[in-house]
């Protein structure tokens, strides 16, 4: 009889007619701000997380094919009477077979390397310094602990350093950076959907007098959950959509000035004429942004249809 009831009150309805008074219990005000806040936060976590792991793959690249090598006495004849010492290892580097470049350093590099520790006195140095060799190997080059041998044979003394400790901790920076994105990605969810069930509950108070009666008539749960939950997801999907949208300024500047770190130096001017808009971002970052309202859309409609039916069933 009561289903009877509320189906003929639902065809004496007009169309879009608001029984429930949910527009007015879920204003379009403070919960769309609420929730753009909180998207705009997301696309800065999201960015981090992309961010991190691409700095990170760039530097892991380009310090496991480096390698710095030192060569004592540098001028002293080399022990096969064919030039000098440092000749020779460039020689025997350029001759390996996966050797990308070899470099040596010039006298003001080397300066400015040592300027750090010695001040402005490191140009007036006394002291015998090693020759420093820069090598950059490809990435099927040979085996490090080869070329070190090759090398003391050909220049005894010769030391070869290897970056795999700082590829390493690049490694560990980077899972930890990502880390804490997550985390403050799972954050922002949460208080995301509390703020939602918080306002879902104050509207369901403001409008307590009206849900009993539809209630009464015969109106089941789920019309009456699905109602504040059409309204939660359109409100958060607004305001998501907003926050994000705030936020692509922001992540385009951010990007420019993290440009030079991962090796894209054509990013780093937002303001010259030949920036790439579209490219400055990680693909993988577009791809996200968009995701962010609808997510924000269904965590909205999760956190509405739980609040409702939970406050439903207390009703006398």
Same mark, same amino acid.
């Given at each position: 009889m009561a289903d009877r009831r509320g189906r003929r009150a639902a065809r004496l309805r007009p169309a879009r007619f608001d029984d429930l008074g949910v527009r007015r219990a879920l204003a379009d005000r403070l919960l769309p701000v609420l929730v753009g806040a909180m998207a705009f936060l997301a696309a800065l976590a999201c960015a981090g997380f992309v961010g991190a792991a691409a700095m990170a793959g760039h530097w892991q690249a380009g310090a496991g094919t480096a390698l710095t090598i030192q060569v004592p006495h540098p001028g002293d004849p080399a022990p096969d009477g064919r030039g000098t010492r440092r000749d020779t290892v460039l020689g025997t580097l350029r001759a390996a077979g996966g050797v990308a470049s070899a470099r040596a350093l010039t006298d003001a590099e080397l300066s400015d390397l040592l300027r750090p520790w010695l001040g402005a006195g490191a140009e007036s140095l006394a002291l015998p310094l090693p020759?420093?060799?820069?090598?950059?190997?490809?990435?099927?080059?040979?085996?490090?602990?080869?070329?070190?041998?090759?090398?003391?044979?050909a220049a005894p003394g010769t030391l070869v350093e290897r970056h795999d400790v700082w590829v390493r901790r690049l490694a560990a920076l980077a899972r930890s950076m990502q880390a804490c994105a997550g985390l403050a990605l799972?954050?922002?969810?949460?208080?995301?959907?509390?703020?939602?069930?918080?306002?879902?509950?104050?509207?369901?108070?403001?409008?307590?007098?009206?849900?009993?009666?539809?209630?009464?008539?015969?109106?089941?749960?789920?019309?009456?959950?699905? &109602?504040? @939950?059409?309204? !939660?997801?359109?409100? #958060?999907?607004?305001? %998501? +959509? *907003?926050?994000?949208? /705030? $936020?692509?300024?922001?992540?385009? &500047?951010? @990007?420019?000035? !993290?440009?030079?770190? #991962?090796?894209?130096? %054509? +990013? *780093?001017?937002?303001? /010259? $004429?030949?920036?790439?808009?579209?490219?400055?971002?990680?693909?993988?970052?577009w791809i996200a942004l968009p995701a962010l309202p609808l997510v924000a859309g269904l965590i909205g409609w999760v956190a509405a249809q739980t609040t409702v039916r939970r406050w439903l069933r207390r009703l006398p």
């Open positions: 020759a420093v060799i820069a090598v950059r190997l490809q990435a099927d080059g040979p085996d490090p602990e080869g070329i070190a041998a090759r090398l003391a044979a799972l954050v922002v969810a949460v208080v995301a959907a509390l703020v939602i069930a918080v306002a879902t509950r104050v509207g369901l108070a403001a409008r307590r007098q009206a849900i009993e009666i539809v209630h009464d008539l015969g109106a089941r749960d789920g019309y009456i959950a699905g &109602r504040f @939950a059409r309204r !939660a997801t359109k409100l #958060a999907f607004v305001g %998501a +959509a *907003a926050g994000t949208m /705030a $936020s692509v300024p922001v992540l385009l &500047r951010l @990007a420019a000035l !993290a440009a030079p770190f #991962a090796g894209n130096n %054509a +990013a *780093a001017d937002p303001e /010259a $004429s030949g920036f790439d808009w579209l490219h400055a971002l990680p693909p993988s970052l």
